[in-house]
């Protein structure tokens, strides 16, 4: 087959909302992935200015951003990718596997329910939201092998209505779908092939035949826990091939320093869980 000589299609950003919490009890007191050592400990001071600095990128792109409120005692909670899926204005809670984590499910669910999203699903089944959930326009990304169950994959298709397509993560590294494979735009992704099983490969190859490849060296600093707009790309500064080649892309890069809460396996998506209204999506 010949290659494509139509142009690529011209990158739009979209107005998003979003929601975060500032790491004020962000430390590193457990390991439950391998990129946590509570031996070197963290630097909650160091962690807040990053992470309002992530803040502040989302606020100059436009966007808006929203804030749920930490609590005591659970230093993960920052990570508030991990505390559901917003799709259609429909709520899907999160259910996590670690029992360090577990609090942080009712407490992301409680603000769902007292900031406008009625229609809140408590899951029966493990799921750690958008760490392993990534929606484009017509399917939803999930992740399984470390994280979330494959049952909470078909709880979350019967809930929200949208396709669902399985991938296994199969490197201990990239525990969350999140860490291996970002979605550019609603049709287009990036990401790092070792993460998947050989099937998943094949499925993303599939789907995906224009997709951004990146390497082990960028997917190593978390540089595909990226989040765009469309066309701006808030991406892990160190993930320098990556970043040139979204510009080749005509994207347009935004780096951002995380590098504390990498200690916990953290990056910019990780930070950032999307708030989709009804009429986001088709």
Known sequence: MEPSTAPAPVAVPTRRHYLMCRPEHFDVTYAINPWMDPAAGADARRAVAQWEALREAYLGLGHEVSLIEPVPGLPDMVFAANGGLVVGGRAYGARFTHPERRAEGPAYMDWFRRNGFPDVLEPAHTNEGEGDFLTLDRVILAGTGFRTDLAAHQEAQEFLGRPVVTLRLVDPRFYHLDTALFPLDGENVAYYPGAFSPGSRAVLERLFPDALIASERDAAVLGLNAVS??????????????????????????????????????????????????????
Do not use: F, H, Q, Y
């Open 229 to 282: 707009d469309g066309l701006n790309v808030v991406v892990n500064a160190e993930a320098g091939d990556l970043i040139a080649a979204l510009r080749r892309l005509g994207r347009t890069p935004v780096p951002v320093d995380l590098s504390e809460l990498r200690k916990a396996g953290g990056g910019p998506k990780c930070c950032t869980l999307e708030l989709r209204p009804a009429a986001a999506l088709p």
